[in-house]
């Protein structure tokens, strides 16, 4: 049975960053690094580069723990490229994409060092019922 491998990388149809699942190879003597993938969201199947994702994913994160992080609190509001610290996972993280769910309410999605990507709710106090 076919190993199933999932990544997330950046859906030109859905304009943020979603989970992909890699369904084949590309031929070829350069394209070693290139993979057709399927998001999982909207199902449109795109050429990723993969070596783009593994270069990002080493240099974005590293040495965030020595920059001015905010607290993660679900209260605060944050802003994409802020670094946030999350107390209860002991993980220094930075926000790639902001969302507003279907309820109203907004969320972030954070890389963190540790736990990889997070989806977390921000502004949930700011808020008011209508």
């Not at 998001?39 to 965030?64: F, H, P, R, W, Y």
């Not at 802003?79 to 220094?92: K, L, M, R």
Request: hydrophobic content about 30%; aromatic content about 6%; charged content about 30%.
């Amino acid at each position: 049975m076919a190993r199933i491998k999932n990544i997330e990388a950046f859906c030109n149809s859905c304009g943020t960053v979603q989970k992909m699942e890699i369904t084949s190879s590309v031929t070829g003597e350069e394209s070693e690094y290139k993979k057709w993938a399927k998001c999982k969201s909207c199902k449109q199947v795109m050429l990723v580069d993969i070596s783009d994702i593994i270069k990002n994913n080493a240099a974005t994160l590293e040495g965030i723990e020595n920059e001015e992080c905010k607290k993660y609190s679900p209260s605060s509001t944050f802003e994409v490229g802020e670094t946030i610290y999350h107390e209860n996972w002991d993980d220094f993280g930075r926000v790639i994409s902001k969302e507003t769910l279907s309820n109203g309410k907004s969320s972030i999605s954070v890389e963190f060092q540790k736990s990889g990507i997070k989806k977390l709710i921000e502004s949930l106090n700011n808020q008011e019922v209508r």
